[in-house]
C-alpha cells in the first residue's frame, strides 16, 4: 500500500472513531425500554439479569445504572486483554475499510500471516477458520471421521469419537449430541450418533473403549471449564497421549476456553508436554469479534478436506484474521505488568491465577459451603455445597457487591477474569466473594 491511500485510511478511522464517540456520548439508553423490546422480540434460551451492560474499562464494566462492577467472568474467558481494544479496533477498523472480506476463492492479505503465525506458536502447521467454538467443534469431528475412514479404513458410517462425561464443546447439534448434559439436548433429537462418552480423568474408562477398531479420536478439553473447572493430573495425560499413539487414535485439544493464556501456559496442554494431533481455539483468539480455528498436524489436515468438503462464508475473513494476529501478538508481547513486574498476559495469568487461588482457598478454608476451590492460571472454580447454597445464589449475591461471576457445572462458581487482572484485582474478587458467602 503506497503512503497516500494509507494517509486516507488513517484519517478515515480518525474520523470514524471521532463520530463513533460522539454518538456514544449522547447515547443515553433507557433500561426499561430496552429491556421490553429484549423480552418481546428474544428467543428466550438466557435468563436476563435486569440490567443492560453498556461499556468496559479494563477489568471494570458499567451497567446502565451507572454501576461500576469488577469483571470476573471475562466474557466466559473471550475476555483477554481488555486494556487493548483500541488496538485491537482499530485493527479491525483499518481492515474493514481496506477490504471487509471477498469470495474464499480468493487470498486474502491476513489469513496467510495468520496461518504462518499460527504455525509458529502451536506447532500445528495446518490450519482451516470459522466462527463459533461450536463450529470448530463439528469441523474436528468432520476431520476425524474422514481420517478414520481413509487412514484407519474404518468402516463406512461405523466411525466412533470419544469424548468426556461433563464435556462443552457449544451448542450446534454435533455438540450437543456429544454432551452428557440431558438439558442441553432435550426434544432437539434426532441427535447426531457415533459418540462413546467416558469419564474424565478416567484411564481405565479409556483404555476400555480406545483399541476399539471403529474409534477414530478422542476429543477432550484440557481442563473442563463450563463442566465445572475440573483438572486431570500429569500421569492422566501422558497415559491418555500414549494409548492414543498406540491405538492410532486422534488426539484432539478443545482448547475454546484454556487456549491462549487463560491457564498460565499459552495453551493448557503444554503444561503437560502434550501434542495434539488437532486443536480448536475461539474466545480469545479475536477476543473483540467471533472467529475460531483448527488446526492440525499436515497430514490429517490435508486427508480431512479436499475442496468443497468444509467452509463458511465469514471463517478466515481478513478482519477476523487481522484482529486473531493482533490478539495473539498481545497475549505474548512482555508489558508493564504494574507492581514494577514485566512478563506476558500468558505469565500474568499464571501469576496472578496462582495468587488468586490461593487467597480464595485461605480465606474459605472452614466455610461449610465450600466443597472445593480448583484452579488453572485465571480459570478457577469454588464448588459449592448443593445442599446448603446455590451457584445462582452466590452468583446474584456477588453481582449485588458488583462482580460478575458465572456458573459452572452443576454447582461451582467460576472466576475467569480478563488476563489483565491483578493482585488488587483478585484481593477484591477474593472480598467480595467471602463477603457473599454466609457462614
Ligand atoms: C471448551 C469450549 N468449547 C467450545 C465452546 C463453544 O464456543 P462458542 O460459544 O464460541 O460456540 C465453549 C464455550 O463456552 C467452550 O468453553
Known amino acids: 500500500m503506497d503512503a497516500s491511500s494509507s494517509q486516507l485510511i488513517e484519517s478515515k478511522v480518525a474520523s470514524w472513531l471521532e463520530l463513533y464517540l460522539s454518538e456514544g456520548s449522547n447515547y443515553t439508553p433507557n433500561t426499561a425500554d430496552l429491556m421490553a423490546l429484549q423480552s418481546e422480540h428474544a428467543a ?89 467454538g461450536a463450529e470448530a467443534f463439528d469441523t474436528v469431528v468432520k476431520a476425524s471421521r474422514r481420517y478414520g475412514y481413509r487412514v484407519k479404513g474404518v468402516k463406512k458410517n461405523k466411525a466412533k469419537i470419544i469424548v468426556a462425561k461433563r464435556n462443552f464443546h457449544g451448542r450446534t447439534l454435533c455438540a450437543i449430541s456429544a454432551s452428557s448434559e440431558r438439558k442441553y439436548q432435550e426434544d432437539f433429537g434426532p441427535l447426531v450418533p457415533g459418540f462413546i462418552k467416558i469419564a474424565f480423568g478416567d484411564i481405565a474408562a479409556l483404555e476400555k473403549y480406545v483399541s476399539r477398531p471403529d474409534v477414530v479420536a478422542f476429543i477432550v478439553e484440557v481442563v473442563q471449564g463450563e463442566g465445572g473447572v475440573h483438572i486431570a493430573n500429569q500421569h492422566y495425560w501422558r497415559a491418555v497421549q500414549a494409548l492414543c499413539a498406540k491405538h492410532n487414535v486422534l488426539i484432539v485439544f478443545d482448547e475454546v476456553q484454556t487456549g491462549l493464556g487463560r491457564t498460565g501456559a499459552l495453551f493448557c496442554h503444554q503444561h503437560y508436554g502434550l501434542t495434539p494431533d488437532m486443536m480448536m481455539l475461539a474466545k480469545a483468539f479475536a477476543q473483540v469479534l467471533p472467529a475460531s480455528a483448527v488446526l492440525g498436524k499436515k497430514h490429517i489436515m490435508d486427508i480431512a478436506f479436499e475442496p468443497g468438503s468444509h467452509g463458511s462464508t465469514f471463517g478466515g475473513n481478513p478482519v477476523s484474521c487481522a484482529v486473531a494476529r493482533k490478539s495473539i501478538e498481545l497475549i505474548m508481547a512482555k508489558r508493564d505488568l ?34 472445593d476451590i480448583r484452579g488453572k492460571g485465571l480459570l478457577i472454580g469454588i464448588e459449592l455445597n448443593k445442599k446448603l447454597i446455590t451457584c445462582e445464589y452466590l452468583r446474584q449475591k456477588t453481582r449485588d457487591k458488583l462482580l460478575i461471576g458465572g456458573a459452572a457445572g452443576s454447582n461451582t462458581y467460576r472466576l475467569s477474569p480478563p488476563l489483565t487482572a491483578q493482585r488488587k484485582h483478585a484481593d477484591e474478587m477474593t472480598s467480595i466473594v467471602v463477603e457473599s458467602l454466609p457462614y
Open 338 to 371: 504494574g507492581d514494577g513486574i514485566t512478563g506476558s498476559l500468558v505469565e500474568n495469568s499464571r501469576d496472578v491465577g496462582g495468587y488468586l487461588l490461593d487467597q480464595l482457598k485461605d480465606a474459605l478454608r472452614n466455610n461449610p459451603n465450600v466443597i
Open 44 to 132: 428466550k434460551h438466557y435468563a436476563y439479569d435486569d440490567v443492560v451492560m453498556s461499556r468496559r474499562n479494563g477489568m471494570y464494566l458499567t451497567d446502565s445504572e451507572g454501576r461500576e462492577c469488577i469483571d470476573g467472568n471475562g466474557t466466559y474467558s473471550a475476555c483477554a486483554d481488555p486494556d487493548n481494544v483500541f488496538t485491537l479496533g482499530a485493527t479491525a477498523f483499518r481492515q474493514i475499510l481496506k477490504l471487509t472480506h471477498v469470495q474464499n476463492k480468493f487470498l486474502n492479505e491476513q489469513q496467510p500471516l495468520l496461518l504462518e503465525l499460527l504455525d509458529n506458536v502451536s506447532g500445528l502447521p495446518v490450519a482451516v477458520f470459522m466462527n463459533s
